[in-house]
Nanobody, 125 residues
Framework: QVNLVESGGGLVQAGGSLRLSCGSS????????IGWFRQDPGKEREFVAA????????SYADSVKGRFTISRDNAKNTVYLQMNSLKPEDTAIYYC??????????????????WGQGTQVTVSS
């Protein structure tokens, strides 16, 4: 069982930065690919970024390429999402998810088995 917990969300002005963390109190995350998704009320959940077990393979949505960086520290059982140059349209609840190892990491939400409760990110203009 994998129990994912996100942290690091908050309120930030446009152009600012936040770093989200995703940890697990259950099975080690190194057995899984990890994805970040986001959802704004009234909209579908959308892919943000994903990372393979070793950290060498990553995928990003076009809307965040060059601004967001996903990384992982398997020794700390934590995956990070560094978000820079934030825009108001980045406002959403951000979820991390764990899925079976595959290469490249999946970008579709249905390929992820375990989900956290989410953390709110609000970017003011």
């Amino acid at each position: 069982q994998v129990n994912l917990v996100e942290s690091g969300g908050g309120l930030v002005q446009a152009g600012g930065s936040l770093r989200l963390s995703c940890g697990s109190s259950g099975r080690t995350l190194s057995y899984y690919n990890i994805g970040w998704f986001r959802q704004d009320p009234g909209k579908e959940r959308e892919f943000v970024a994903a990372i393979g077990w070793s950290g060498s393979l990553t995928s990003y949505a076009d809307s965040v390429k060059g601004r967001f960086t996903i990384s992982r520290d398997n020794a700390k059982n934590t995956v990070y999402l560094q978000m820079n140059s934030l825009k108001p349209e980045d406002t959403a609840i951000y979820y991390c998810a764990a899925g079976k190892l595959r290469s490249p990491p999946a970008i579709r939400s249905r390929e992820y088995e375990y989900w956290g409760q989410g953390t709110q990110v609000t970017v003011s203009s």
